[in-house]
C-alpha cells in the first residue's frame, strides 16, 4: 500500500473547475516532486491533501493517506491528521510566522495541540526539534520572535514545526522560492535528511526544474490542472517524452539570440567611488549613531548596449546601490554619470536616461489607470518637451509594438493582462522615452519559464535593436548567464569579482562566487549524477 | 525599549507645549471682553479698568501665559470669571462626572464590540455576520441625543428602572452614582461600540487572510483555536489606535448626552465657558482634554509594545 495515492482528483472552486482528475501515488522515504507553471493546480492539488481549500470548493475523487481516504474525513478528524500525520511547509518564510509569539512557542504549538504533552513539555521537546533542523538554541534561544531571525532561519522554523510529531507526509509548497541561491541549498540539504532520517514522504512543489532534478525520486508535471506526465525523474527529463515537458525543460534553459556586433566604447553609466551608508539607531540610551555601509567604494561602467548583471545575496547592497543609480537614494561619496553628465535627481535631462523595471508585475501598475496613462508615466521627465495629440499617440503605439502588445492595448486596464503582458507593459513605460539605460530589478523573477524566455528574447532583441544597455539585477544566476555581457558579483557591499558573463561562469576566481556557483541548482550535473 | 519610550514621552511634552501656545493664542483672538462680560453693557470705564487689572487682563500678552503656564503646573488654574471659585476646583468637580462616565462608556464598547466584531468576523458572509453588520450600521447612523431620549422613555418613563437626568453626586453611595450614568454611557456607547465592531471585523479579516494563519491550521489547529490563539491578538494593533482615539473623544465629547441627562461633566462646563466668556475656564478646560488624549495616545503607544514584541528592542 502507497503512503499517499490520489486517484481522479477533481476540484472547482465556486463554478470555475480548477483540477480535472489527478493521479499520483508517493511510497514512504520517496520524494515527490510536483513541477508545473502557475495556475498549473499544484498548490491546490497540496491544499486539498491537506484540506485546507477555500470555502467555495467543491472536490471529488479519493486522497488516501494510509489508505484511509482524507476526503471523507471530518473537518474534526482533519484537525488530527494536519500536523501529526501530514506536515506543510509553506512559499512565503517572511509571513508564515506569527510575529507575535516566539518560535518554540509556535514549534511546541504542534506538539500540544495534538495532546501529546503538556505545554511545558511541548517547549522542551521543541527544543530538540529545532536542534534537528539547524537552529541550536545557544544561538537561537527558543523566546526568540520571527523578526528576529533571517528569511532561512525563518524557513528552519515552519519545518521544525510542520516535522516535530514525525508525520509520515511532508509537503513542501515552493519552500525556497523566495530564498537566496545559498540558503536554498542549505535548506534543500535539511529537507533531503529529515526524509532520510525519519522515512517520511516528501511532496516537493516548485516551478524550478533544476531544484527538482537533484532532489526527486519521482516527478509529475502538471498543466492547467492536469498531470500530462510522471515517473522516475530521471527517465522523464532524459526521455523527455511529453512535448510540454520539452517545453518547459527548453524554456529554463534558453539563451536569447544576440547580436555579437555590439557597438560598445563610449560608456552610457560610470559609477566611481559609490558609498552608501545608513544610519543605525543607537543600541543604547544616549548612546552614538551607527552606520551600515550598504555600498562600499562601487565603481563600474556600463557601455552602449552591453548588458551588465548583477549577482549577490539579499543583503549585498544591489538594491541599493541601483536606488543610488536611480538617484533615490543619497550616496555619502562617489560620482555617478550618465552619457557623461553627473547624474541629479531633480534634473530631468539626466534623470530621463534611465528607466527601471521591477520584480512585481503585479504591484507596479496603478490599477485604476488605462494602459495608455500608465505607459506615457515616464513623459513628466520630458517637462515641455512632452509629446501631445497625435504623437503622444505614435509613441504609445510604438511602445505597444516594440514588446509585441498591440496598439488597442493603450485603451484596456491592467486587470485584462497576464503577468507575462503586465511585464511586457512595464518594458513599454521604460522604452517610451527611449531611455539609455534600463535597470531591470529582479524583473523576470516572478515570471514563469515559458513566460520569462519570452521576456528575455524581447529584451534581447530591444537592446540589439536599439542599442539600449542594461543593469540587471537577480539572485538567479542562470538567467544573468543567459542575457548578461558582463557581470558584477556583489557581496557585503562591495564587488568582488567582475569580467565577461562566460569566463566568470566558467572560472570563478573568488570564493564567494565559487560558493554561489556551487549552490546554483543545475539539471546538467543534477541529470549527469 | 528605552529609547522608543523616551522619544514617546518627549513627544508627549513637546505636543503639550504646542498645545498650549495654540491655545492661548486662539483665545487672545476671540472677540469679548470677559471683564466687560461679567460687569454688563452699562458699566463705568474705572471699574472695567480696575476689574481687568484685578483679572490681569492688563499685563502683556507673554506674561499671561507664562503665569497661566506655571500656574497649571502648580496645579492652580486660575479663578473662574463667572463662578468665582478656582477653576481647578470646578474642573476635579466636573471630572468626577466625566470621567466615570467615559471609562464606564468605553467598557461597554469593548465589551460589545469585542465579541460582535470577532464573531461577524469569525462567521464571515453568515447570517449572525450580517446581523452584526446590520446593527452597528444602524448604530453608526442613529444620532445619539435621539437614542439617548428613546432610552430615557423607555427605561426612565415607562419602567422606571432609571432616573431620567441628573447626577446625584458620589456622596449618597456608589450605586446611586453610577446608576445615573448607565443611561448616559449606552447612549454614548452605541456608535462607538458599532465603529469599533466594524473596525475589530475588519482587521480580524485582513489577519485571518495572512500566511501564519495557514501555517496555524497545517499544524493541526481548528478554525476557532487559530482565531483566538494567532488572529485575535494580531487584529489588536489597529484596532487599539481607535480606542484610544474612542476614550478621549469620550471625555471630551459627551456634551451633547450631558445636556440630554442634566449631568454637570466637563463638557457642559466648556460649554458654558464659552457662552459666558469664562475664558480662564475654556483655556483650563480645554487643556484639560489635550493633556487627556495626548496622555491617552502615550498609552496606547505602551500598549502597542506590550503585545507587538517588534516594538519591543528598539
Redesign the interface.
Known amino acids: 500500500m502507497s503512503l499517499l495515492e490520489i486517484s481522479d482528483l477533481k476540484l472547482a472552486i465556486g463554478p470555475v473547475p480548477i483540477l480535472h482528475g489527478i493521479d499520483l501515488r508517493l511510497e514512504p522515504g520517496r520524494v515527490l516532486g510536483i513541477i508545473g507553471e502557475s495556475g498549473s493546480g499544484k498548490s491546490m492539488t497540496a491544499l486539498s491533501i491537506?484540506r485546507?481549500l477555500p470555502a467555495s470548493a467543491t472536490v471529488s475523487g479519493t486522497i488516501r493517506l494510509d489508505g484511509a481516504d482524507l476526503l471523507q474525513k471530518s473537518?474534526?478528524d482533519m484537525?488530527?491528521?494536519?500536523?501529526?500525520d501530514v506536515?506543510?511547509v509553506?512559499q512565503?518564510p517572511m509571513?508564515?510566522?506569527?510575529?507575535?509569539?516566539?518560535i518554540g512557542d509556535q514549534v511546541a504549538?504542534?506538539i500540544w495541540?495534538?495532546g501529546k504533552m503538556n505545554r511545558r513539555d511541548a517547549l522542551a521537546e521543541a527544543d530538540r526539534v529545532l536542534e534537528r533542523v539547524g537552529l541550536p538554541a545557544a544561538q537561537f534561544p527558543r523566546t526568540r520572535?520571527p523578526?528576529?531571525l533571517s528569511g532561512g532561519q525563518r524557513q528552519r522554523v515552519?519545518i521544525a514545526?510542520?516535522i516535530a510529531l514525525r508525520p509520515k507526509l511532508l509537503i513542501a509548497d515552493e519552500p525556497t522560492t523566495a530564498l537566496d541561491v545559498t540558503t536554498q541549498a542549505r535548506i534543500l540539504e535539511l529537507l533531503k535528511r529529515l526524509v532520510a532520517e525519519d522515512g517520511m514522504g516528501l511532496i516537493f512543489i516548485t516551478h524550478d526544474l533544476a531544484v527538482v532534478a537533484g532532489l526527486a525520486d519521482d516527478v509529475v508535471v502538471m498543466r492547467h490542472g492536469e498531470v500530462v506526465e510522471s515517473g522516475a525523474t530521471r527517465e522523464v527529463f532524459r526521455a523527455l517524452a511529453h512535448p510540454y515537458t520539452r517545453q518547459l525543460f527548453e524554456a529554463s534553459a534558453h539563451v536569447p539570440p544576440r547580436d555579437p556586433s555590439l557597438p560598445g566604447g563610449e560608456p552610457v553609466l560610470t559609477v566611481d567611488g559609490l558609498v552608501r551608508d545608513y544610519r543605525v539607531?543607537?543600541q543604547r540610551?544616549f548612546g552614538p549613531a551607527g552606520a551600515f555601509r550598504a555600498v562600499d567604494n562601487v565603481s563600474l561602467t556600463i557601455e552602449r548596449g552591453e548588458n551588465v548583471g548583477l549577482v549577490g545575496e539579499s543583503g549585498s547592497g544591489k538594491s541599493t546601490l541601483a536606488r543610488a543609480i536611480m538617484a533615490l537614494e543619497t550616496a555619502q561619496a562617489g560620482s555617478i554619470r550618465i552619457d557623461g553628465v553627473p547624474l541629479d535627481g531633480r534634473d530631468l535631462k539626466t534623470r530621463r536616461k534611465l528607466q527601471v523595471v521591477f520584480q512585481d508585475p503585479y504591484g507596479s501598475f496603478d490599477p485604476r489607470q488605462r494602459v495608455d496613462t500608465l505607459v506615457t508615466e515616464p513623459f513628466h521627465l520630458l517637462g515641455t518637451d512632452a509629446p501631445r495629440g497625435a504623437e503622444r499617440r505614435r509613441r504609445i503605439d510604438a511602445a505597444l509594438t516594440n514588446v509585441g502588445l498591440a496598439p488597442s492595448d493603450a485603451e484596456k486596464y491592467i486587470h485584462e493582462f497576464s503577468g507575462g503582458q503586465r511585464q511586457r507593459i512595464a518594458i513599454a513605460r521604460a522604452l517610451i522615452i527611449e531611455p539609455s539605460l534600463i535597470i531591470l530589478d529582479e524583473a523576470v523573477s516572478a515570471l514563469d519559464v515559458s513566460i520569462r524566455a519570452q521576456i528575455l528574447d524581447l529584451l534581447a532583441e530591444l537592446s540589439d535593436r536599439l542599442a539600449i544597455s542594461y543593469l540587471f539585477i537577480s539572485h538567479d544566476l542562470s538567467v544573468v548567464r543567459s542575457i548578461t555581457d558582463r557581470v558584477l558579483v556583489m557581496k557585503s557591499g562591495k564587488i568582488v569579482e567582475s569580467g565577461p558573463t562566460a569566463e566568470v561562469f566558467a572560472n570563478p576566481q573568488h570564493p564567494y562566487t565559487r560558493d554561489l556557483l556551487a549552490a546554483t541548482p543545475s539539471l546538467e550535473r543534477a541529470l549527469a549524477e | 525599549m528605552?529609547?522608543y519610550l523616551?522619544g514617546r514621552l518627549g513627544s508627549l511634552v513637546i505636543s503639550l507645549l504646542v498645545a498650549s501656545i495654540v491655545i492661548f493664542l486662539i483665545l487672545e483672538v476671540v472677540p469679548g471682553d470677559p471683564a466687560q462680560f461679567m460687569l454688563g453693557m452699562n458699566a463705568q470705564p474705572d471699574t472695567l479698568a480696575a476689574l481687568r487689572e484685578q483679572l490681569g487682563l492688563d499685563q502683556p500678552a507673554f506674561s499671561r501665559y507664562v503665569t497661566w503656564l506655571f500656574g497649571m503646573l502648580h496645579g492652580d488654574l486660575g479663578i473662574s470669571y463667572t463662578y468665582k471659585t478656582p477653576v481647578t476646583e470646578l474642573v476635579l468637580q466636573r471630572l468626577g462626572v466625566s470621567l466615570p462616565l467615559a471609562v464606564l462608556s468605553l467598557s461597554l464598547t469593548i465589551l460589545i464590540a469585542f465579541p460582535a466584531g470577532i464573531l461577524a468576523a469569525a462567521k464571515r458572509n453568515s447570517r449572525t455576520d450580517f446581523a452584526v453588520m446590520g446593527v452597528t450600521q444602524f448604530g453608526v447612523a442613529v444620532p445619539n441625543f435621539w437614542f439617548a431620549i428613546l432610552l430615557v422613555w423607555v427605561f426612565a418613563v415607562i419602567l422606571h428602572w432609571f432616573s431620567a437626568g441628573g447626577f446625584p453626586g458620589w456622596d449618597k453611595g456608589l450605586w446611586i452614582g453610577l446608576r445615573s450614568l448607565i443611561l448616559p454611557a449606552i447612549a454614548l456607547a452605541l456608535p462607538q461600540a458599532s465603529i469599533l465592531a466594524r473596525v475589530m471585523r475588519s482587521a480580524l479579516l485582513d489577519t485571518l487572510e495572512?500566511?501564519?494563519i495557514?501555517?496555524?491550521?497545517?499544524?493541526?489547529?481548528?478554525?476557532r483555536?487559530t482565531l483566538w490563539?494567532?488572529a485575535v491578538?494580531?487584529a489588536l494593533i489597529p484596532v487599539l489606535t481607535i480606542v484610544g482615539l474612542q476614550f478621549a473623544f469620550l471625555l471630551a465629547g459627551a456634551i451633547i448626552i450631558e445636556n440630554v441627562f442634566f449631568l454637570p461633566g466637563l463638557g457642559r462646563l466648556i460649554f458654558q465657558g464659552i457662552t459666558q466668556r469664562d475664558l480662564i475656564v475654556v483655556k483650563s478646560v480645554v487643556m484639560l482634554l489635550v493633556f487627556a488624549v495626548i496622555l491617552v495616545n502615550f498609552l496606547v503607544d505602551l500598549s502597542y509594545i506590550a503585545?507587538?514584541?517588534?516594538l519591543r528592542?528598539?
Open positions: 491537506m485546507l473537518e474534526r484537525c488530527a491528521i494536519r500536523g501529526r506536515g506543510m509553506f512565503e509571513t508564515a510566522l506569527d510575529p507575535l509569539k516566539t504549538e504542534t495541540v495534538h520572535f523578526h528576529e515552519v514545526s510542520a539607531p543607537p540610551l | 528605552s529609547t523616551l495572512e500566511d501564519y495557514r501555517s496555524a491550521r497545517a499544524r493541526g489547529l481548528s478554525q483555536a490563539r494567532h491578538r494580531n503585545v507587538d514584541p517588534r528592542r528598539r
